[in-house]
Structure formats: C-alpha cells, structure tokens
C-alpha cells in the first residue's frame, strides 16, 4: 500500500477545514503538571525503603493458619481496599488456595458463619476465579423464599452481601434478589442510621467495590479504615507511603506528556480523518522511515509503538517464540484498518449532525430505541441499564477460571469498564470535566495522603 503523494509532504500546512463547535469547555489542567518536569525522585529514597521494610511486615502477616480463615479474608479484603494488594499477588493466591482446599468442597462454602463473613468468603473467592456456589446464602431466607428481614438488623451484614451479589453471572437467581434485596433495604434504612454509617451506606450504594477504580476506593478507604478501631497501623501505614510514592510517579509522567505536548507544532495539524488515514498507512508499512512522512506531533508516539513490538520482539526471541510478533501486528494492523472505517462512518455521523443541529435535535442511542421499538423513555433506559448489568454478568464469568485469555489481560478490560462506570454515572463526567471529575483526578494525582 503506498502513500499519497499529498500525504508526503510534512511541513506542509494543510487547508483550513471548518470544524462545528461542540461548546466544550477550556481545558481546566492547563501547564499544571509541568511544575513536577524537573522534581527530582531521588529525594524519596528514604520513602521507599520505609515501604520496603512495611512490606515485609505485611507479608509475614499474611503466612497461612488454616484455622483463622475468617481473619485472613479480612486481612486480605482491607490490603484490596487499601489498594495496595499488589505487592502481596503471590501471598494472597496462596492464602486463598489454602482455605479454598479446606473450607470447600464441590463449589460450596462449608463454613457455618453469619452473613458478613459468609458474603466476604464467597466474594473474595469469587473474584480470584474460583467457582464457588451462591447456594449457601440460602440459609438467610424466610419459609417463603425471600431474604429474612432480621438481617436489616446488621449492617455491615447487608453490606457485605451487597458487595459479593455484584460477582454474580448469568443464572445466579439468588444473587439477583440478594442484590436488589440489599439495595432496597439499605436506602430505606439511612435515616435511621448514625452519620458515618450513612456515609459508608451512600458510598456503596453508588460506588460498589467490583465496579470501583481500585485507587479511588483506596484514597476513600483510609479515613474509614483509620476509624475502625481493630485497624493495623502498619498496614495503614504502607497503603499511605505507596500511594503517595505512585502519585509521585504518575506526576512525573504526565508532566514528561506535557512537555512533550507543549513542544509540538500544531500547526500543521491535519484533519483527524487524514491523520488517521496517514497513521494507517504508516502502520501497514511497519517501518522506521516512514517516520520521514509524519508531522512531527505524529511520530512520539509511531515511535513508541515500533519500541513496544521491538521489545516484545527481543523478549519472545529469548523464548525461541519470535514468530509470535508477526501475529501481533498483523493484529496491531487490523485494528488501524477498523478504526479507519469507523472514522468514515463519523463522517457519515458529522454530514448528518449538520441538518440535526440546524433543527436543534441530536439523535441519541435512547431515541433510536425508542422509535425502534416504540418504548417509553424510562422504559427505554431501564432495557439500557439491564443489558449493563448484563454485561458485568458476563465479565464476571470471564474472570472464573479456567480463563479464556490471561488474566492480566481481562484486568485491563475490568477496569477500562470501571473508567467508564465511573465517568459516567449519573452525569457525562468525561465532556464536563470541571466538577466530579475534577474532584478525582486531584484526588488522585495532586493531593497527597497526609503521613
């Protein structure tokens, strides 16, 4: 596939396309993370060796007893929250198989135990992989089949089925009424409950941990952990260093991004459906001049991509498995060629989008189903909010072993739906950044956590 010759001209500006404003605001970030370009990390020597010798105490709490199974799994649901699990992927496996080996048998919970520790043993397993059957929460229910209502009477109890029944796949009746159980009585239940159980109820409610950013469940996780009075100061103490130390780490990142952005010439940016055809073409070649044809705000990141596929390529060599490569970028390539096509389908979107503007009227996913199938609004959005639950069932039961796809893979997918989830619920928090998620992103890569 060759080039257009209109394409080989670099530094050439190209003709002025009128683009439709969407009324975005400015962006709200500026040079602000320039300022951590030239911090140096050396000065955190001394904060790394501080998480270094916690580490260890941490592990060592994490030896397997077999017959404290219930203080394991709060141990390890606390270092999860903490965000801080990480370090502990061996430790924690380990643990899990112990008591998975002697508290199940045939995919049930043997264990005799009340429901908060009932709930975390069979989400703590679940979400590892195991198949472990729903079927022993059965036992709360009344003669008639429903949850039993003196379970309201514990909280943390009905907090904790809330967070397992979100591990539920297609099938798992149980989990259904014990999600919307949970849900139903624990809003119902807020007025009657001390301010800081009100805080801890609202947060699950909106925010449930298998649907949460790990590292923003962390960053609120401390204050709540901090208050509990059984709670492990080394262990809080790791969980504050090693965030602080990974926002230090992330600053730094992004201000090498925004050196590097406020370097490049834009003005010879060309139009996206040009740049990507551009990109394409550079891609279907895999070569190193055809660095020589893209602007320069183009090749950072060509350059990036054929540093990544020599990497991958030097490793796979030590591994007698090169051959691999060239499946990874006919795949790479693929996935151009389809971002191509969607591109010129938006075009397709964008000759449209003239005439709905014109009217004042932008057709959405919602009012297509609804003239489709002639629903209601609310009709419409509660069919949209089911096929999401019915997605997370399905990435719940891709996540059960044995797995399709390596794991490490399908935690990408995981939490790129958690980005999503969290953006969006409620209000559009990616086009309207100036509020919630604002708020976020310096909670995340600003503030420190206070020592």
Not at 368 to 383: L, P, R
Not at 405 to 423: D, F, G, M, S
Request: charged share 30%.
């Amino acid at each position: 596939m060759s080039l257009p010759a209109s394409m080989l001209r670099s530094n050439a500006t190209p003709a002025a396309i009128p683009r439709r404003s969407a009324n975005y605001h400015p962006c709200i970030w500026g040079d602000r993370f320039l300022q951590y370009a030239y911090q140096s990390m050396e000065a955190d020597d001394a904060m790394k060796e501080q998480i270094t010798v916690l580490k260890e105490k941490v592990r060592k709490m994490l030896l397997p007893e077999t017959d404290k199974p219930l203080s394991k799994l709060n141990l390890i649901d606390s270092i999860q929250r903490l965000g801080v699990c990480y370090h502990f992927e061996r430790e924690i496996d380990q643990v899990l198989q112990e008591i998975h080996k002697n508290f199940v048998y045939d995919g049930k919970i043997t264990l005799d135990e009340d429901i908060h520790s009932l709930s975390l043993f069979f989400r703590l397993l679940r979400q590892q992989g195991y198949r472990i059957s729903p079927d022993v929460f059965h036992k709360f229910k009344d003669v008639d089949g429903s949850f039993s209502e003196r379970l309201t009477m514990d909280v943390e109890g009905m907090l904790s089925l809330y967070e397992a029944a979100h591990l539920r796949i297609h099938g798992e009746e149980i989990l259904d009424e014990a999600l919307a159980f949970t849900s139903t009585q624990l809003e119902r239940m807020k007025h009657q409950l001390s301010p800081s159980l009100v805080s801890k109820v609202n947060h699950s409610l909106r925010y449930p941990l298998r649907k949460s950013l790990p590292r923003l469940e962390a960053r609120h996780y401390f204050s709540t952990y901090q208050e509990d009075p059984g709670h492990d100061e080394t262990l809080l103490a790791l969980a504050k260093l090693d965030f602080n130390m990974v926002q230090k780490l992330h600053q730094k990142e992004l201000a090498d991004v925004s050196l590097w952005w406020k370097d490049l010439d834009f003005a010879t940016k060309l139009p996206f459906a040009q740049e990507l055809q551009l990109y394409t073409e550079a891609i279907e070649r895999w070569d190193i001049s055809c660095m020589d044809v893209l602007p320069d705000y183009m090749k950072v990141p060509y350059q990036a991509l054929l540093d990544i596929y020599e990497e991958m390529e030097q490793e796979m060599t030590k591994e007698g498995r090169a051959f691999c490569v060239s499946y990874a970028k006919d795949e790479m390539k693929r996935l151009t060629r389809a971002y191509l096509a969607e591109a010129k389908w938006l075009m397709d979107d964008i000759v449209s989008n003239e005439r709905e503007q014109a009217t004042g009227h932008v057709v959405s996913g919602l009012e297509c189903y609804m003239n489709q199938y002639g629903a209601s609004k609310q009709d419409t959005i509660d069919e949209f909010n089911r096929q999401v639950e019915d997605a997370w069932k399905d990435i719940n039961e891709a996540y059960l072993d044995p797995t399709q796809v390596p794991k490490p893979l399908l935690l990408r997918i995981l939490n790129l739906t958690r980005v999503i989830h969290e953006l969006y619920k409620d209000e559009d928090g990616y086009t309207v950044s100036r509020g919630k998620t604002k708020t976020l992103i310096e909670e995340l890569l600003l503030n420190p956590m206070p020592l």
